[in-house]
């Protein structure tokens, strides 16, 4: 089955640097993969995905990176803010209509 | 335009005891998936209702069972609760023919079993 996983379980970083947070996926039939956010109580916001079809999406201050050859994804968030404090989810489906299979997350803390 | 709905939002039972969690999902969703997150850990795939049907599992126990409405709403039941089935449930919402578009999430119902 599908295994997503994170390398980090926290990352801190400077406000205004840029934050890269890494993911790993197993299944190589993962052909679909999403970042979330969530902050404290809340659920899970979406914020970026990518097709296997694809290596680079760029969003509003978010990137992400896919590299299908070694089973890694990253997030790259330019100029943090303290807003981006959360934890971030790699989450990655395998097909279809399959189901969507969450990494256990990385929390993001922002030093301002 | 609402969001994904989920109620309640807190919610104490004692173990033995049955529970039912209620979803509505966004506008113009029509699948919802269901999701149990512990504490410190990512959300696990419970299953997922299309059509008023099971459509896929998780590796979940009978105890965890559920329903969809013909208004695409669904519920979460939860049979002789475990103190390890203290989470926050959350329900997911999609359309199954975006199937290549992220799910929208409620913010989920924190359940503690004691």
């Known amino acids: 089955g599908e295994s997503v996983g994170l390398h980090l379980p926290t990352l801190s970083v400077q406000e205004g640097d840029n934050s890269i947070i890494n993911c790993a996926y197993s299944?190589?039939?993962?052909?679909?993969f999403i970042w979330y956010k969530q902050e404290s109580g809340k659920g899970p916001q979406f914020i970026i995905d990518?097709?296997?079809?694809?290596d680079k999406r760029q969003g509003q201050r978010v990137t992400v990176l896919l590299n299908k050859t070694v089973k890694h994804l990253s997030l790259q968030i330019a100029a943090t803010q303290p807003g981006d404090s959360a934890v971030y989810f790699c989450?990655?489906?395998?097909?279809?209509?399959?189901?969507?299979?969450f990494g256990t997350g990385t929390k993001l803390q922002v030093i301002p | 335009d609402a969001g994904v709905t989920q109620s309640p939002t807190h919610l104490i039972k004692t173990r033995g005891q049955q529970v039912t969690l209620r979803c509505s999902p966004k506008?113009?969703?029509?699948?919802v998936s269901w999701y149990q997150q512990a504490l410190g850990q990512g959300p696990q795939f419970i299953f997922q209702y299309y059509e008023e049907e099971e459509r896929q599992r998780g590796n979940f126990p009978d105890r965890f069972s559920g329903h969809q409405f013909p208004n695409y709403s669904s519920e979460l039941n939860v049979n002789a609760l475990l103190l390890g089935d203290s989470a926050l449930y959350l329900c997911?919402?999609?359309?199954?023919?975006?199937?290549?578009?992220?799910?929208?999430f409620g913010s989920g119902t924190r359940l503690t079993v004691v």
């Open positions: 299944n190589s039939a993962s052909d679909y």
């Open positions: 506008s113009g969703h029509d699948t």
């Open positions: 990518i097709r296997s079809n694809m």
């Open positions: 989450a990655a489906r395998a097909g279809g209509y399959q189901k969507v299979t």
């Open positions: 997911a919402s999609s359309l199954r023919q975006a199937y290549n578009y992220g799910y929208t």
